[in-house]
């Protein structure tokens, strides 16, 4: 289950990501940083963008088909979320947000690939916590181009905070600590979930702390920090249940054990 929705994960990003550089290829053209993107820089036609996506969606497709009834659902409830979050930065400075609401939408439906269905009381917490990461690392990457943006006329949360973008980052950092901690509380975690979740607040802090958002060098190092990130929270999950697993085993009843 973990390489199949792995796969699936993939492939939808890497849609989203050849939604967005189609959406955005006449931006990507006056920016830096992205004008040497395949599409702005013509390297692939329009109609080859279209094809490759059709690629990735059938692909991603045959992924979801493998799963129950309730994820597939799941799965193609996300579709207007990724075929619309690129167009954000046109219309409002929370692009970022938009972006979370749609790259964390896996942490509903891989609950539900394992369960069956989602457990509001655990899936809502992780989901939020997500999307309060998204919007830490995004605002970072962000920061990036805020010069061309502001030139072109795209919003970014980088433009919204300017000078107060390390207090709204910490702002999310807690909320997002607090919602992996209650999402942990509410299926049961142990010590070395919690354990995980105070590195990765760790690791936040320091980066936050650090990060010059003047320069675009150190917002691209600070932001691929985030892969530390998602491992030692992918750590503390797979380390939590192991523990849970065998703390559970441990309380079995004795006859019950005998059985076994």
């Not at 040497?36 to 992924?63: E, H, K, W």
């Not at 075929?83 to 930065?89: D, E, G, I, V």
């Not at 049961?188 to 650090?210: C, D, N």
Request: net charge neutral; proline share 3%.
């Amino acid at each position: 289950m973990l390489s199949l929705f792995g796969t699936g994960a993939v492939l939808m990003r890497g849609a989203g990501c050849t939604i967005n550089d189609m959406w955005d290829r006449d931006f990507d053209k006056k920016v830096t940083r992205t004008a040497n993107r395949p599409i702005a820089a013509g390297d692939i036609s329009t109609f080859q963008s279209f094809v490759f996506l059709g690629g990735q969606l059938t692909l991603a497709l045959g992924v979801l088909l493998c799963l129950n009834c309730y994820s597939i659902a799941m799965g193609a409830a996300s579709l207007l979320l990724v075929a619309t979050y690129p167009l954000m930065k046109r219309i409002t400075f929370w692009p970022q947000l938009a972006l979370g609401l749609t790259f964390n939408w896996g942490a509903l439906l891989g609950w539900s690939a394992v369960k069956g269905s989602c457990d509001p009381a655990v899936c809502l917490p992780l989901y939020f916590s997500g999307v309060m990461w998204t919007l830490i690392y995004d605002t970072i990457y962000a920061h990036q181009d805020k010069k061309d943006d502001a030139l072109i006329g795209l919003k970014s949360t980088a433009l919204l905070f300017r000078e107060n973008t390390k207090m709204w980052l910490s702002g999310f950092g807690v909320a997002m600590l607090g919602a992996l901690s209650l999402a942990g509380a509410n299926c049961g975690q142990t010590l070395p979930y919690y354990a995980a979740v105070a590195a990765v607040g760790a690791h936040l802090a320091r980066q936050i702390y650090t990060v010059d958002i003047h320069r675009p060098e150190d917002c691209w190092d600070k932001f691929a920090s985030n892969r530390t990130t998602g491992i030692l929270l992918f750590i503390g999950i797979v380390l939590g249940n192991l523990w849970k697993e065998k703390t559970e085993e441990t309380e079995k009843p004795e006859d019950v054990r005998a059985e076994n």
